[in-house]
Each structure stands twice: as structure tokens, then as C-alpha cells.
């Protein structure tokens, strides 16, 4: 069964730091495209960060271009998104997703993990 992990999130004072992890099991990751997304209390869900499939390309929103940096270790099956300078505004549960084919900051993504909570707060 293909499965998706995500884990690091926490509560952070505004301008720290946190790493995600996105940890893949049942398949192997350099098949597939990977993104982070994010979700805040009463707003839709958004594209943060996409990945191909060897880690050469990369895209993020303009919200957090500058800040969040999106990697992955194939030999790990793992993709991570280090936050830095982090914002109140930041605060969302953050998913990691999976395609075989679909990419980019849309919702098109086939698999999906459970999701892990970012609080940014003095």
C-alpha cells in the first residue's frame, strides 16, 4: 500500500525555523513527483512547494519563495521543506502529495499523506 508520512511540525516564535519530512513507503519516490501543501482554519488548501522527481527543478508560491527550501533524498524515500524566517501567516496543517504523472501546485495529486500541524506564534 502506497503511503505518505509527514512529521516536524510544531510550534515555532515567528522568525524560527522548522523542517518537514514527507517519509514514503510502499513505493519508490524517484518515480514520482512530489509537493507540499498547506491548509489554514477557514481557507482552501494551497500549493507551497513541487519537486521533480531527481530534485532539479523546483517551484514555489511567491508567499514563501525565499524561505522555505523543498529537497528530497531518493535513497531515503523522503522529501523535506526547510522553513525559515517563519510568519503567524505560515500556520496551517502542512500535506505532502505524490503523482506519478501530475505536477506543479495543483490539486491533481493521486496520493496523499495525513497531514502535520505548523503553529507560528510568540
Known amino acids: 500500500q502506497l503511503q505518505l508520512v509527514e512529521s516536524g511540525g510544531g510550534l515555532v516564535q515567528p522568525g524560527g525555523s522548522l523542517r518537514l519530512s514527507c517519509a514514503a513507503s510502499g513505493f519508490t519516490t524517484d518515480y514520482y513527483y512530489v509537493a507540499w501543501f498547506r491548509q489554514a482554519p477557514g481557507k482552501e488548501r494551497e500549493g507551497v512547494s513541487w519537486?521533480?522527481?531527481?530534485?532539479?527543478?523546483?517551484i514555489y508560491a511567491l508567499s514563501v519563495q525565499g524561505r522555505f527550501t523543498i529537497s528530497r533524498d531518493n535513497a531515503k524515500n523522503t522529501v523535506y521543506l526547510q522553513m525559515n524566517s517563519l510568519k503567524p501567516e505560515d500556520t496551517a496543517v502542512y500535506y505532502c502529495?505524490?503523482?506519478?504523472?501530475?505536477?506543479?501546485?495543483?490539486?491533481?495529486?493521486?496520493?496523499w499523506g495525513q497531514g502535520t500541524q505548523v503553529t507560528v506564534s510568540s
Open positions: 502529495a505524490a503523482d506519478y504523472t501530475y505536477y506543479g501546485l495543483g490539486n491533481g495529486y493521486h496520493y
Open positions: 519537486i521533480s522527481r531527481r530534485g532539479g527543478s523546483t
